[in-house]
């Protein structure tokens, strides 16, 4: 977490730091009518390309993208325990289960 004055070049660290360290870097993209359910997909994608595919992802959000107090508590929810409650669907699930065992044979070999 970065605290700071505005415009002291938090998101420039943070994206010069995933650089170096060849992260993906990830930012939510606010658009017009932006919702709660953009969000968990968003989340959704996130956990998805960290967890399943094993890829390497600097997340950064600001204050200004937080426009629902859920955007918060679901980022606490994954701090705390690594999971959003009801973002997966049973689909989702069935589809971590057969690919996690992949990605593991393709790293161990």
Not at 41 to 48: D, G, Y
Request: charged share 25%; no cysteine.
């Amino acid at each position: 977490m970065l605290i700071g004055v505005g415009g002291s070049g938090k998101q420039s660290l943070v994206r010069l730091a995933s650089f170096m360290y060849e992260f993906q870097f990830k930012q939510i993209e606010i658009k017009k009518n932006y919702q709660a359910k953009d969000f968990n997909e968003f989340v959704k994608t996130l956990m998805f390309s960290a967890g399943v595919l094993g890829k390497e992802i600097a997340f950064t959000m600001t204050d200004s993208q937080i426009l629902k107090e859920s955007f918060l508590e679901d980022i606490n929810n994954i701090l705390n325990t690594g999971e959003v409650p009801n973002l997966m669907l049973l689909e989702d699930r069935d589809y971590i289960g057969q690919e996690l065992p992949n990605q593991i044979k393709i790293e161990g070999s």
